[in-house]
């Protein structure tokens, strides 16, 4: 069984480009969450989708950042014209759906902004 | 709002006890926890629900106070491999899924 998958592990962007994050769900799961750690920090809920719906974007921040996941192909995190402070871990979850189930983690991509 | 986690961080010898604490001030459906090593993904623990269910780790045990809105989380007889940072996330009525972590407690195991 795989687990949730992410890639890439490592991106380094320079002040300005563009950061697409890619997560694959477990085999089964329908929910992705993103949570991003910065250095030292704790996980910091961002997104909650469905397939091809936003269901709670309360976290993601009002510009720049923006969250799919299509009915084919993983979900998607897109930063556009990061900037140092975009420096982080982003990790994805995944689970079945029910607030009662585990939320199993990605790897997680180690984004580091020049 | 952030659940609160104590103690902020905890040095053990190896077979000592230690328990971490995680409150919130919302009414929780859930509490899930967590453990992370550096550099890797959060591996998960234990959820307790509300009610009494549990579901997790068999070496690892917890406890979820409703009408305190806090849970614990009891580590027995630690092992090296034990160390790592620990959080809770709490789920709470009408959000969904979604989990908002405490800011982690941080549990070195020394030989």
Redesign the interface.
Known sequence: NAGVMQNPRHLVRRRGQEARLRCSPMKGHS?V?W?RQLPE?????MV?LQKENI??ES?MPKERFSAEFPKEGPSILRIQQVVRGDSAAY?CAS?P????????????TRLTVL | Q?PVQSPQAVILREGEDAVINCSSSKAL??V?W?RQKHG?????LM?L?KGGEQ?GHEKISASFNEKKQQSSLYLTASQLSYSGTY?C?T?TYN??????????TELSVKP
């Open positions: 929910h969450y949570y920090e704790g996980l910091k809920f909650y269901i709670d976290g990790f689970s759906g029910q607030p009662t189930d585990t939320q199993y983690f990605g790897p997680g | 952030q459906y859930s899930h967590y890797e993904a959060p591996v998960f959820i629900l579901k959080f996330g789920a959000q969904g899924g979604k989990l908002i972590f405490g800011q982690g």
